[in-house]
């Protein structure tokens, strides 16, 4: 009868030390994840634990993951957040579990804090990053923990963050910009724009590529201002109703935040909706009525359960010892007109 397989045995077969072979087989932290899987194979092979034991060794405890995101109107943020918390079923084989926090908006105390808190238990935090100090150290206390962090749809600058997840902003308004610019034509106009808030940085972003292209490529168009609207649609409905009395002949508009209802009702209200075009960010099911009745002429969106199953792929890599993007691909925007809805 052969002898027993002994932790040398597997460690040979594995190629690693029979320290690592020891720490595999008593779940102990501080071996990668492509390590377990070698010396696990190979106490299989030399028949070492029973298959009950071993099928229980290979399922280490589920990677605990946190999305921070903003509480407020906006629908597209709603709709990420809905959608972490209903598509267990396609981020399970990544061995992880998610769940989602509301935070204040706008409010970079709050999110500094809930960072700290949040990532102490957690094995990583995906967030909407706001653009400050607080934020920035909060981030960079995190990763000398070892707590990675993802910023998802707007970034921070300077920072120990991991990745980040969402669109080339600045490409984003470009984009924007020239829509707007080809549905007015040739002739002399004026547009506005309305964000959620300068203190995210993609809100900023958007805005710089708008006024560039301009400047640019259509001189004859003038952008006469830009509101801040906190994405709250009855913000962005007052600050819509001020734009059109101070500039009655305005020609285009970019919502570059969320709350896109706000201006849809208030440009419907002036007899305007068919009149000014209207370009926003975010397919949700209030754009999506806007571009059906004809009041938004274009959406630029991404899609929210691409982000986040990107989010879980770059906390999986980090988790296995392997670089952040690796298997990930670029979030690409998409451009929605009515008559290419899903």
Known sequence: MAKPARIPDIA??????TATVDRVLNRRPGVRRATVERVLQAAERLQYLPDADLRHAL????????????????????????TIGYSEAHWSPYNVRCRVEWVEGFNPEVLAQALLRHGAKADGVAFMALEHPLVRDAVDALAARGVPTV????DISGSKRAAYVGLDNRAAGRTAAYLIARFIGERPAQVAMI????SYRAHEEREVGFLHLFKESFP??????????????DRNHELTRTLLEQYPDLAGLYNIGGASDGVGRALKEAGRAHKVVFIGHGLSPDTRALLIDGTMDAVISQNP???????????ANLRDGRDAMTGVEVTRGQIMFRENLP
């Open 12 to 17: 040979q077969l594995a190629g690693v030390s």
């Open 59 to 82: 399922q280490p405890a589920p990677m605990q993951l946190v999305f921070l995101l903003p509480a407020g109107h906006n629908r597209f943020l709603r709709m990420l957040g809905d």
């Open 151 to 154: 910023t998802l749809i707007s």
């Open 195 to 198: 964000a959620g808030s300068l």
């Open 220 to 233: 004859h168009i003038e952008v006469v201002g830009l509101r801040e609207g906190h994405d709250d649609a």
């Open 305 to 315: 359960q691409g982000a986040m199953m990107t989010c879980v792929r770059i906390f």
